[in-house]
């Protein structure tokens, strides 16, 4: 590979590739493997680059997999890897760039066979490829090889976690953590969620199990840290020109010729906008990290991963760790939560979010008690008001991160205290000035809104109406903008009804054969035989069941700011009086007439105070007579419902959501990684 490949194209025909999966064993003390590792390149970064080395390391593997139980070639080259390694971090320290370049080249052509490698076969046929025992005779495979796995796995990791990140060490701990992706890439292959795995089962046991917190940890902080990739130039092996002391300790048959440039795309070629915006390592850690957290618990023992995420704490905490979990450590929360906030625009980063707050106690008690929330509010806000341009997996994960924070009685109060100024994303209406929970309800029906005409999700609905619900109680001040949409979107709920109202009706007329008889009243209803109808019919009906739960939740959130905080939001009852017509027709309907009595009540009131005052009243005429009435009316009048609280508890199995999904980012998002759709199995191509 490293002395005459010019281009991915000539990979195939290159003399040290084609001995590498030849016939003949090379021992791991041939000079042969400092001419191999001899080469340079920039990392290809385009999808057009990334298929090219793939289809390239795909002819050499052929002839590897084909010859490899026989030399042992593989495990050779894997064994260089390792005696390398161990001299990383000195090498590191002492700038030596030649010795840290060739681990990382040994390390690169590792991951490019044993990306291909583990998409064409078993996992026990990958552990043939991993020994060969010269001794015993060909086609011979001793008890080393699950060894050499695991001592590859630990190495990595070692890699990950001990080497300093430095410019000379930056690609090699990029590799590290890409090959790591790599070995667990098989779940990428198989329909159904891998519960038992032998690349699992070494991370969660063994030697690597003691670096779970460290791992972890590591992969956190390059999150946070964002490094960028070092200029071209200054973590590649630069060819001497002085014609003596070329190398040290490299064979001396190797001459100056050897050391031409492998070029992905042209040497010293401008990486892609996307790279230049974000760190590579950071993105790639952020990625493992996810897949980790997601590996299943094995019957006796809990993913480690998964516990050192769910445990962490904040440097400033003090408290002792508890003995039952062995993988906690300590990380700055305040580094944490600005990385957190900056990079919301990714899948991942949301992911991670949620993640965090759903399984980490420690984590969602520092949030919520941030004086700084907009920061990290305002960019899922974000994600949800640009809800077209979003997969729906991300924006299932801003609104569950949404409807976590609601569960806090403190965020609900906090957000109406956050004063913002022109928020410049929102387009519908200029928001001159606005309270960040004003501005929240703004999103979340806009969201509400989306789904009724286009997606049609209940699930998104469910969730967008907790949150609201949540907050409900803790209304404040509500902007008169977010006091008309609240309003507005129960007049949209209303057209909605009376129109699957009357397909409904036209459907039983249809069956009955009379179409001139009355419209059936809400009773007849509730005791028509649903089975009796046709398909189309019981959709009808279906339909209309559905419409009524969300009505019957948004006149309990409705119902529930005016019996909590009245006087706080002269705005909502404005807009109440001003469409007090839409609430007409469910005053006499079974499911609405409880919650109906305090909102008809509110009404007439108001109505009766503002008849007294004379006719046309100012806008500030109005609510300057809301406020005063809000004093007067008798809180003991309004009938006391259960307070709205809804907690969001993840389904049974949340794996079979997650590990597709996680999956699917690392397809779509991973560094220099490409995989042929044509061989991915764990989901469709549209769900990333």
């Known amino acids: 590979m490293g002395a005459n490949s010019s281009s991915i194209s000539e990979l195939p025909e290159n003399e040290y590739l084609q001995k590498l999966s030849g016939s003949e064993p090379i021992s791991e003390n041939d000079p042969f493997w400092n001419q191999l590792l001899s080469f ?74 044993l990306k291909v490698f583990i998409s064409r076969m078993s996992e026990e046929e990958l552990q043939l490829h991993f020994t060969y025992e010269e001794k015993a005779g060909p086609s011979s495979y001793g008890a080393e090889c699950e060894d050499l796995i695991e001592e590859l796995l630990c190495c990595l990791i070692q890699l990950i976690v001990e080497i300093p990140l430095l410019d000379i060490t930056y690609s090699i701990s990029l590799e590290a953590v890409t090959t790591l992706i790599v070995f667990l890439s098989c779940q990428l292959f198989h329909k159904e969620i891998l519960r ?21 940890k590591t992969l956190l902080y390059n999150f946070i840290r964002q490094e960028r990739s070092p200029p071209p130039g200054t973590h590649v092996f630069q060819q001497q020109t002085d014609g003596g002391g070329l190398l040290y300790g490299i064979a001396s048959g190797v001459a100056t010729g050897l050391w031409t440039v492998f070029t992905l795309g042209g ?42 995420i769910m445990s962490f704490k904040n440097t400033q905490d003090n408290t002792a760790f508890s003995s039952s979990n062995p993988h906690a450590f300590q990380i700055n929360f305040n580094s944490l939560y600005t990385a957190l906030c900056e990079q919301q625009k990714s899948d991942q980063a949301t992911l991670l979010l949620y993640m965090l707050l759903h399984q980490n106690s420690n984590v969602r008690t520092y949030v919520l008690a ?36 609601t569960e806090d009685d403190g965020f609900n109060r906090s957000i109406h205290e956050v004063i913002l100024k022109n928020i410049t994303w929102y387009a519908e209406r200029v928001l001159t000035e606005i309270s960040l929970g004003s501005l929240l309800i703004l999103v979340v029906i806009r969201t509400i809104q989306y789904n009724m005409t286009r997606t049609r999700d209940k699930y998104l609905h469910t969730n967008c109406l907790a949150a609201l619900a949540n907050m409900s ?22 057209k909605k009804h009376n129109k699957v109202l009357e397909q409904a009706t036209q459907s039983l007329r249809s069956s009955l054969g009379s179409n001139d008889s009355p419209l059936p009243d809400y009773h007849f209803w509730e005791m028509t035989d649903c089975l009796h109808f046709s398909e189309t019919k019981l959709r009808h009906a279906q339909d209309l069941n559905v419409i009524e739960e969300v009505i019957r939740m948004m006149l309990e959130i409705i119902n529930s700011c005016l019996t909590t905080s009245l006087h706080h939001n002269p705005n909502l009852v404005y807009a109440l009086l ?7 027709q469910f005053r006499t309907h079974p499911s609405f007439q409880d919650i109906m009595q305090n909102i008809d009540l509110v009404i007439s009131f108001f109505s009766s105070r503002l008849e007294q005052a004379g006719a046309e009243l100012s806008v500030e005429r109005v609510l300057e007579i809301i406020k005063q009435g809000a004093v007067a009316l008798p809180k003991d009048r309004l009938r006391k419902f259960p307070e709205l609280k809804f907690k969001y508890v993840e389904e049974e199995q949340p794996e079979e959501f997650f590990i597709p999904y996680v999956w699917s980012l690392v397809y779509n998002s991973a560094v220099a990684l490409y995989w042929n759709p044509r061989d991915i199995q764990l989901f469709t191509m549209d769900s990333g």
């Open 40 to 113: 340079s390149f920039t990392t290809p970064t385009n999808s057009a680059d990334l298929k090219l080395l793939e289809e390239a390391t795909i002819s050499v593997c052929k002839s590897l997999v084909e010859k490899n139980p026989r030399t042992g070639n593989l495990g050779s080259l894997i064994k260089v890897f390792l005696s390398r390694t161990k001299e990383l971090k000195i090498s590191a320290e002492c700038q030596n760039h030649l010795f840290i370049w060739q681990a990382h080249n040994a390390l690169f052509i590792i991951c490019c066979l």
């Open 267 to 308: 040497v010293g070629s401008k990486a892609s906008a996307q790279l230049e915006q974000c760190s590579p390592l950071a993105s790639q850690s952020l990625l493992l990290l996810l897949v980790l957290a997601n590996l299943t618990d094995t019957p006796d023992t809990p993913n480690p991963y998964r516990q050192a």
């Open 196 to 216: 038992e795995s032998l690349i699992h089962r070494y991370l969660m046991h063994g030697r690597c199990l003691p670096y779970t917190s460290r791992l972890v």
């Open 578 to 584: 001003y469409k007090r017509d839409l609430f007409e």
């Open 370 to 405: 941030r004086a700084d929330i907009e920061n990290l509010v305002l960019p899922i806000l974000e994600i949800l008001y640009h809800v077209e341009e979003r997969n729906s997996h991300h924006v299932y994960m801003a609104l569950i991160i949404l409807l976590i924070l």
């Open 473 to 494: 109680a803790q209304f404040r001040s509500l902007h008169q903008y977010a006091a008309q949409r609240i309003i507005s979107l129960f007049s949209l709920l209303s």
